[in-house]
């Protein structure tokens, strides 16, 4: 009923935390929306976290993390596919959130930028972008921090010019992209 009404997500998130329920017994976060007719159950992984949602099978995961969960930290710049600010990792390896549907996730570990540090210890990519100032408005960063740790796992990177080349998929409108360079460098070094 709330689709064919043409509802706009941000209801959809006020209704979700109307129906948010946590069961304490098995840790899980349940969230609902009442449109049973065309919503289905998914269970998502999100930074060690179980949720269990009642979506529509076309939502994408970057809409599944925003206005369902409630994980901010992911950004949505061009929705297309184009920017990578919604960039997050799943089962390590970085993907755009917002080509992806959150049905497709089932039975993977998603980690968002809010899943990277742990507790109050940045992870060192988090640190190193504050410490080489690799940001200006900062809406880019989630997305370039998460595709960077990925891009050092890959290994691809040997050179300044190849970080550059594997991160020109996240787009810095800012231009902060010689600072994010001099950030993953350190954190590369440091690894060495
Ligand atoms: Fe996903 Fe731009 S919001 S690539
Ligand atoms: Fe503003 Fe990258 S810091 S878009």
Do not use: W
Request: with cysteine; glycine share 10%; aromatic share 4%.
């Amino acid at each position: 009923m709330i689709g064919k009404l043409g509802l706009t997500k941000p209801i959809f998130r006020f209704m979700d935390n109307q129906n948010q329920n946590h069961d304490h017994h098995s840790g899980l976060l349940h969230y609902s929306i009442p449109d049973k007719e065309t919503s289905m159950q998914v269970t998502l992984s999100v930074n060690g976290q179980q949720y269990q949602l009642t979506i529509d099978p076309g939502v994408s995961l970057l809409d599944a993390l925003r206005e369902y969960i409630g994980l901010t930290g992911t950004k949505k710049g061009c929705d297309h596919g184009q920017c990578g600010a919604c960039t997050v990792l799943v089962d390590g390896k970085r993907i755009n959130s917002c080509l992806t549907l959150a049905v497709m996730k089932q039975g993977t570990e998603i980690t968002t930028i809010e899943g990277l540090a742990k507790g109050n210890d940045l992870h060192p990519m988090q640190k190193a972008f504050i410490e080489h100032d690799a940001f200006q408005c900062g809406y880019c960063t989630p997305g370039q921090i998460c595709s960077a740790v990925a891009l050092l796992e890959e290994g691809k990177a040997h050179s300044r010019a190849e970080i550059s080349e594997l991160m020109s998929g996240n787009i810095c409108r800012c231009g902060a992209y010689s600072n994010i360079v001099d950030a993953i460098e350190h954190v590369k070094k440091s690894k060495q």
